[in-house]
């Protein structure tokens, strides 16, 4: 039995005081832990106030990328073990504005993913297919692609605590959701690609789906079988929404 997650992406958004307050409104509405894990991955700048807030708290804290080195001459980088030293547990990976605004490519992101394994972190590998790729029919070739280059890289017990999150890029901060029929068919093809490296992996591995996930389309999406959950980008900015779609994670 998988665990429903509900993750926050935050994105370059907020202050120190307006993370601290949201992050705190969030931890005293006590969302139950062993219903949902609740994970927040603010900007940089804000990890160090959040954690002090949750610290004591079953809610969890990650980032929202990594540079795979450990240290060294790589100015503006920040690494996995300066994330574990923050007290982080998780790391988004791979999502599509890193890859489409920052040019990083399947490879880099295999990269970062086996950095943040040596560092401690679970990586939170983010996989979708753009608006293009869909109306040409090739939505599983592309997903398939960006998961096999980190399969590549790591072996079959690093996927362990990791969490893939499928977000199609024309649902991303649009307003267009997936119907939960097409996203189901994206998820369970990529367990299906999970099953093929390892049966424990493709079993454990919670497949969240992100794009555009409000409190009015979350049950919906969240109650499909392989769906465990969400990656929620604009609507975790606003804590009572927020805790709305991890109360909706919460069914079957
Ligand atoms: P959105 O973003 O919920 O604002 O569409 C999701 C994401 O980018 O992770």
Redo the contacts with the bound molecule.
Sequence with gaps: MRQPMVAG?WKMNGTRWEAENLVRSIKEAEPDPAAVEILVCPPFTAIDAVARVLKGSPIRYGAQNLFWEKSGAFTGEISGEMLRDLGCRYVILG?S?RRQIFGESDQDVARKYAAAKRAGLNPVLCVGETEEERNQGITEQVVSRQLQAVLRETDPASFHGAVIAY?PVW???TGLTATPAQAQQVHAFLRTELQAFDEGAAANTRILY????KAENATEIFCQPDIDGG?????SLKAEDFLRICNAAICG
């Excluded at 992100?210 to 996930?213: L, T």
């Excluded at 990656?231 to 609507?235: C, E, K, P």
């Design positions: 992406n999502h504005e977000e649902a991303i901060g992100g794009g555009s996930v990656l929620i980008g604009g609507a």
